[in-house]
């Protein structure tokens, strides 16, 4: 649900900051359960099911194809921790794609100013159902997948050591889950807007009203046309916010504004909000009713907002992810049909690996393209996959 059209409708909002401190320790407390939880279950399964000792599983791991693939690299345990998380981002992705009503223009790839993790971030305010459904799915696959790979290697350390690290992010995700229902069963909101993970998030309540002295829920109605608005437009225009061609939609053949004589610039729009354009006033970046003209505090004129929209990095970003997937399936399977396997030489080929597609998901990222970045991430679970099946 679009935010503007909730507080339109009288939603009340209310601004959550979450204590720091107090996230950190539950995130901690989550992170050692998720740990803990997994070696003591394949303990159970290994020993108390499969009779297995610690001897005969290792002596099991010497014929097993998939932990001889992990411990003939240190590097391959790396890859596949690379994959992982990109895999359980990717669902979080998809996830977020499904319920959100503007799709791909309502999210947003970006780094959280706290911690620097990595998050799929949605504009939109959703129902508490989504949010978890966003959050508690893709948990559940990786978790489990992960407890697969466990079984798998035979209790290998290095996957322990992958399910060590990725239980951070997982734990990180699960702590915004239980804030969540917390949230849900105290206030009783109806909409929530995840605007920095756990640590802000923005709650929408819908607010009744007397009708023949009974209290009844408002309806809950989208405004605009039948086929709601997106809420971001690209253009080409001026950026300049004194121009008179702020916001205004050039051709694409006009390189310079005609106006002031600025340079005219791909821009991202919002479409369906009006705010005041003085910077120095206090109602900048603020939603204003649309019908509003000038800023009721400072006078000056009223208009959308446009933000630089920068496309330089997304042919780049696809050109290494495919070129960089083609390039090392391609000297795996020379290897494997030479059977060349000298470990220096492995190392050093892993080691590229990573420098390549991390340098392409990284350029992906910072485009802030989709598909640069989907792009990016499927070149590395291809060539992940390819090298574990062949």
Sequence with gaps: MVKYDLRRQGFAVTERKQNRDAITALW??????????NILSVNVFFTSIMGYDAEALADMRIDNSFSLLIDSS???IMIIIIGIYFIY???KLIMTIFVCSDKFRSIKLKLLSVNAVPICHCREALTVKQTVFIYLAPFIIIYFAMYALCLLSLADLFVFLAIFIMSFFLAFDLTLVVYVLYIKA?????????????YEITTYKNTYVGRNKKAIKSEIKTFGNKYKKRM???INTCLNMACANYTVDFN???K???ACGDKIYKAAVLSNVVTCVNPACGNYGHELNLDMKACPLCGAKTGKLAFKFDEDLKKPAVIISITAAALFCLIHLIMAANRINIAPLNNIISLA??????IAVYMGFLSKDKTAFIAAVASVLFTVVFVVIT
Excluded at 28 to 37: A, E, P, Q
């Design 252 to 254: 694409e053949s006009v």
């Design 28 to 37: 901690v407390i989550f992170t050692v359960v998720l740990i803990v939880g």
């Design 232 to 234: 971001y437009e690209h």
């Design 74 to 76: 240190p590097f391959n």
């Design 353 to 358: 690996g990573i420098i390549a597609f991390g």
């Design 256 to 258: 310079i504004c005609p």
């Design 186 to 198: 105290k206030y009783k909101v109806d909409y929530i807007a995840i605007d920095h993970h756990i």
């Design 89 to 91: 981002l990717g669902l």
